[in-house]
C-alpha cells in the first residue's frame, strides 16, 4: 500500500509545517482508515437507495424527493465549520478530534437506521419523517466527518506520508462503497424488498458505519495529542482565513463540483440499471463492483503516478479519465451488457485517483496555512471542505432527480418501478453519463496554475 516518496511534487513546494519526521506505524494508517467504512457507506447509500426509495417505494413526486434529499445535506454547509471550530478548540485525554470520532460515529450509525425505520406507510408523511430524519443523520455526519478529516494535517509533517495516509483512506473508502453499495440493494431485495427490506438494509449499514467510527477511534490512540494549539479568536475571523487561501478555494471548489458529477453516477445506478440494462435485480450490484472493484487495484499504482508527475496533474488526469468514461457510456443502450461493465470499470479507475489526489492536497493546503500562521487551522478548513463535499453529494442526486422529473419520470408506491416512456428512459441515460461527464471534467479548469507557492508559476 505503501507509495514512493512524493516530496518533489512542485504542485505544494513551500513550507510544510513538518511535526513528526518519522513514518506513522502501519496500524495508525489501518486504524485511521476504517474511519472510511463510515463515511462511505454514509456517502454512498442515501445517494444508490433513498431517492428511488422515495419514488418507488413512498410513491414521493422525483422532484419532491429530489429537495427532499438535497435541503438536508445543504444544511450540513452551515453545520460543519461549527463542527469544525469546536473540535478545534476541544480539549481532553483523547485529543481534539477522536472524541468527536466515538460520539458522533455512533450517533450516525442510531440516526441513519432511523431514516428507513418507516413509521409510516407511505405519502407526504413518510416523505415527511425521512427529510427530519435524513436532517438529524447529516448533522451528526458532519461533526465525525469534520473532525475525521481533519486529523492527517496533524498526525503528520511529511506531505509524502499524508499521501500514504490518504492512499489507506481511499482503498478502504472504496472497499466501504463497494460493500455498502452492493450489498445494500442485495439486503433489500434479500429480505422483502418494499418497507420491510429497507429497514433491515439501514439496520445492516449502521452496523458498518459503528465499526468505522470505534476502528477509527480505537486505531489513532497511539497518536492522540490532549494539546490544542491557538486559534483564531473567532469562526468569523477563521473562515476569513480560510476564505483568503487561494489555492484553498480553487481546490474546493473543484471537489464540490466533482463530488456532485459522482453523486449523480451513484444516484442513478439503480436507474440505469432497470430503464437501460433492463436487469433491476443483478445490475446495481454488478455496476457497482466495476466501479468500485478496479479502484482495490489502481490505488498503489495512482500513488506512483503522483509521485512521479505530482499531485495535481494526476487528480486531472484522473478526472479527465473518469470524464471520459462517463461520456463513453451515452451508447449503453446499443452495447452489450458485458462492455458497459467495462466502461463502468473504467470510470471506477478514474473515480480512485480523483478522490485519493484531492484529499492529498487537502491537508497540504492546510498544514501550509498553519505553519504560515502559526495557529490551528485544520478544523474549520476541513469544515468548509467537507460541508461542499456534503452539498456536492446531496446536490447529485438533487440534480438526477429533477431531470427525471423534467422527462417525465413516473414514481410508483409499489416498491417496483413504473413504466417508463421513452423520454422518461432518455432523462435516465442522460443524467447518468452527460451530466457528470461535463460537473467533473469542466470542474478540472478551476486547477489551471495551482499551486502553494506564490512564487511560483504552477508549472509541474
Not at 438529524?136 to 509533517?157: D, H, K, N, R, S
Request: aromatic share 8%; hydrophobic share 55%; net charge positive.
Amino acid at each position: 500500500m505503501d507509495a514512493p516518496p512524493a516530496e518533489a511534487d512542485p504542485s505544494v513546494a513551500g513550507p510544510t509545517g513538518a511535526r513528526r519526521p518519522d513514518p506513522l506505524p502501519r496500524r495508525v494508517h489501518a486504524g485511521y482508515a476504517l474511519g472510511s467504512l463510515a463515511t462511505g457507506a454514509f456517502g454512498t447509500v442515501p445517494g444508490l437507495l433513498l431517492l428511488p426509495y422515495l419514488t418507488d417505494t413512498l410513491g414521493v413526486a422525483a422532484g419532491v424527493a429530489a429537495l427532499l434529499v438535497l435541503l438536508p445535506k445543504a444544511w450540513d454547509v452551515l453545520v460543519n465549520p461549527v463542527a469544525g471550530r469546536l473540535s478545534d478548540r476541544t480539549r481532553s485525554r483523547w485529543g481534539p478530534r477522536r472524541p468527536w470520532l466515538l460520539g458522533a460515529g455512533l450517533a450516525l450509525a442510531v440516526l441513519f437506521a432511523a431514516i428507513f425505520a418507516a413509521p409510516f406507510d407511505a405519502g407526504p408523511a413518510a416523505g415527511a419523517y425521512v427529510a427530519v430524519a435524513f436532517l438529524a443523520t447529516a448533522t451528526a455526519f458532519a461533526f465525525f466527518q469534520v473532525p475525521y478529516v481533519a486529523m492527517p494535517a496533524e498526525l503528520t509533517g511529511d506531505r509524502a506520508e499524508r499521501t500514504r495516509l490518504m492512499t489507506w483512506r481511499i482503498a478502504v473508502l472504496a472497499l466501504a462503497i463497494l460493500v455498502s453499495g452492493a450489498v445494500a440493494p442485495m439486503v433489500v431485495t434479500a429480505t422483502g424488498d418494499g418497507l420491510a427490506g429497507h429497514r433491515w438494509m439501514g439496520l445492516f449499514v449502521a452496523a458498518l458505519i459503528a465499526l468505522g467510527a470505534v476502528g477509527a477511534f480505537l486505531g489513532t490512540r497511539a497518536v492522540a495529542t490532549g494539546a490544542v494549539t491557538e486559534t483564531e479568536p473567532t469562526l468569523r475571523a477563521q473562515l476569513a482565513v480560510a476564505a483568503g487561501n487561494r489555492p484553498f478555494r480553487a481546490l474546493l471548489l473543484c471537489f464540490v463540483i466533482q463530488s456532485a458529477g459522482v453523486a449523480t453516477i451513484l444516484a442513478g445506478v439503480s436507474y440505469f440499471a432497470e430503464q437501460i440494462l433492463r436487469d433491476p435485480e443483478n445490475g446495481p450490484t454488478l455496476l457497482f463492483a466495476c466501479f468500485v472493484g478496479p479502484a482495490l487495484l489502481v490505488m498503489p499504482l495512482w500513488s506512483r503516478l503522483g509521485a512521479r508527475l505530482g499531485k495535481r496533474t494526476a487528480l486531472v488526469a484522473a478526472a479527465l479519465l473518469l470524464a471520459a468514461g462517463a461520456l463513453a457510456l451515452v451508447a449503453a443502450p446499443a452495447l452489450p451488457a458485458a462492455a458497459v461493465y467495462a466502461v463502468v470499470a473504467l470510470l471506477g479507475v478514474g473515480y480512485a485517483g480523483q478522490q485519493v489526489f484531492a484529499l492529498a492536497l487537502l491537508p497540504d493546503c492546510v498544514a501550509h496555512e498553519t505553519a504560515r500562521t502559526g495557529r490551528r487551522q485544520a478544523g474549520v478548513f476541513t469544515g468548509l471542505w467537507t460541508a461542499g463535499e456534503t452539498f456536492g453529494l446531496a446536490l447529485g442526486p438533487g440534480l438526477y432527480g429533477l431531470v427525471l422529473q423534467v422527462s417525465g419520470y413516473v414514481s410508483s408506491d409499489t416498491g417496483t418501478a413504473a413504466a417508463q416512456s421513452d423520454q422518461a428512459r432518455l432523462g435516465v441515460l442522460l443524467g447518468f453519463t452527460v451530466l457528470p461527464a461535463l460537473l467533473v471534467g469542466l470542474a478540472v479548469l478551476l486547477l489551471r496554475g495551482w499551486t502553494l507557492d506564490p512564487d511560483s508559476k504552477g508549472a509541474e
